[in-house]
C-alpha cells in the first residue's frame, strides 16, 4: 500500500535544491504512477538549476529522465500495473488550435514534466499513461535511464528526413547525445561515422559501437566532405566544425545548445555552399522504435551510467558540476 508522503528533490528558486517530503501524486483520469527506479541529471537540468530557462513551475520537482514500475492509475493495452517503464515526459497544452485540431504538425505550446509539472526526481511521478512504454525484461534500469536521452537523437535524424543508409555522417561532440547520434546512425545503416572530439578521454566510448566509427583530428574536418553533418554541442566552434565537414548542398542537424552560445555563426558557408540547416528537439512517436533497437542490441546503452547517488546527493551535484557523461540518481 501506498503511503501519503514521498521523498523528492525540490527546486525553491534559483540555485536553491532541496530534498523535502511531498505529497504522493493523486489519481488522475488517463494518467498511470510509476516508482522510480533512476531518474537521470542531464547538462539542460542544470540550466534550469541556474536560473536560464524561462518559464519553470515555481518549487518544481525536476527530472525528465526517468525510468520505474507501473504501481497504480490507468492501464492500458499496453502497459499493466507491474511493468516496467520509461515514459515520455512531455505532454500537449490540450488548448492550442494544433491540440483542438490534432494537426500533424504537433501542440504549438507543450509542457514538460520537470520544467512545466512536476518530474522525476522524486520516488513516484504521475505520467501520461499513452507516453509510457514498456521496456524488456533483459533490458536493466541503469540501461532504460538512457532511453531519453537517445530518442531525441535517435528521432532527430529520423525528423531531419536526411538519407543515413550508406552515407558518411560526421558527429561533432563528445556526450552522451554525441554517442547516441553515433549509435542511432550505424543502427540506421550509415557506412561509416566521424566523430571530432575535443579531448580523447571518452574516444573508446564511440569506437566501440562499431567499426565503422573513427574518430578524426578536428584540423581533418574541412577535408571530410560528409554527406551529413551534426552538431551536438551547440557553440560557435562545434557549429562552425560541424558546418565545415559537410559537403556542398550537404545537410547539418542542429541538436545540442549551451550557455556558451553561438555567436560567430558561418552563414556565408551556408549560403554559397547551399547548406540545408535543421533544428531538432522532443521526438514524440519514435520511442518504440528506439525500444526495438535497445531490446536487439542494435543500440545500446549500458555502460554509459558513470555515477549513481542519492537524492540527498543531489543538490551538491548540481551545483558542483563534475561533468559525468550521464549522473543518476537511485531511488529505491
Not at 27 to 33: I, P, Q, R
Not at 158 to 167: E, G, P, T
Not at 194 to 216: A, Y
Not at 265 to 275: G, K, T
Request: negative net charge; charged residues 20%; hydrophobic residues 40%.
Amino acid at each position: 500500500m501506498l503511503t501519503k508522503l514521498m521523498r523528492a528533490v525540490i527546486l525553491n528558486g534559483e540555485g536553491d535544491l532541496k530534498v523535502g517530503e511531498r505529497e504522493i501524486p493523486k489519481l488522475l483520469a488517463g494518467k498511470t504512477l510509476i516508482e522510480i527506479a533512476f531518474a537521470g541529471i542531464c547538462a539542460t537540468d542544470r540550466e534550469v538549476f541556474l536560473g536560464r530557462i524561462p518559464g519553470i513551475k515555481p518549487k518544481v520537482i525536476p527530472g525528465h529522465e526517468i525510468t520505474g514500475t507501473v504501481v497504480a492509475g490507468d492501464e492500458s493495452a499496453e502497459i499493466k500495473i507491474g511493468d516496467r517503464v520509461v515514459a515520455d515526459t512531455v505532454y500537449d497544452c490540450g488548448k492550442c488550435d494544433s491540440c483542438i485540431t490534432s494537426s500533424v504538425s504537433g501542440c504549438s505550446n507543450p509542457g514538460e514534466l520537470g520544467f512545466t509539472a512536476d518530474g522525476g526526481w522524486s520516488q513516484y511521478v504521475l505520467v501520461d499513461t499513452e507516453r509510457i512504454h514498456k521496456i524488456p525484461d533483459h533490458l536493466s534500469f541503469e540501461e532504460s535511464v538512457i532511453t531519453e536521452p537517445f530518442v531525441i537523437p535517435f528521432g532527430a535524424l529520423l525528423d531531419s528526413k536526411a538519407a543515413i543508409k550508406d552515407q558518411r555522417v560526421l558527429v561533432v561532440g563528445g556526450g552522451l547525445a554525441a554517442i547516441a547520434f553515433a549509435s542511432s546512425a550505424i543502427a540506421l545503416g550509415a557506412s561509416r561515422v566521424e566523430v571530432s572530439l575535443r579531448t580523447d578521454r571518452r574516444s573508446e566510448l564511440f569506437t566501440n559501437i562499431s567499426p565503422n566509427i573513427h574518430l578524426i583530428p578536428r584540423e581533418d574536418v574541412a577535408k571530410l566532405s560528409a554527406d551529413l553533418s551534426i552538431d551536438s554541442v551547440g557553440n560557435t566552434e562545434s557549429i562552425a566544425t560541424a558546418i565545415s565537414g559537410i559537403k556542398n548542398s550537404g545537410q547539418v542537424i542542429c541538436y545540442g545548445f549551451s550557455s556558451e552560445f553561438a555567436n560567430n555563426f558561418p552563414i556565408a558557408d551556408v549560403v554559397l555552399r547551399n547548406i540545408r540547416i535543421s533544428g531538432h528537439t522532443n521526438s514524440s512517436g519514435k520511442w518504440p522504435a528506439l525500444i526495438e533497437l535497445l531490446s536487439t542490441g542494435a543500440v545500446k546503452t549500458k555502460g554509459l551510467v558513470d555515477r549513481i547517488i542519492t537524492p540527498e546527493e543531489v543538490p551538491d551535484a548540481i551545483a558542483n558540476w563534475q561533468g559525468n557523461l550521464r549522473t543518476v540518481i537511485r531511488f529505491n
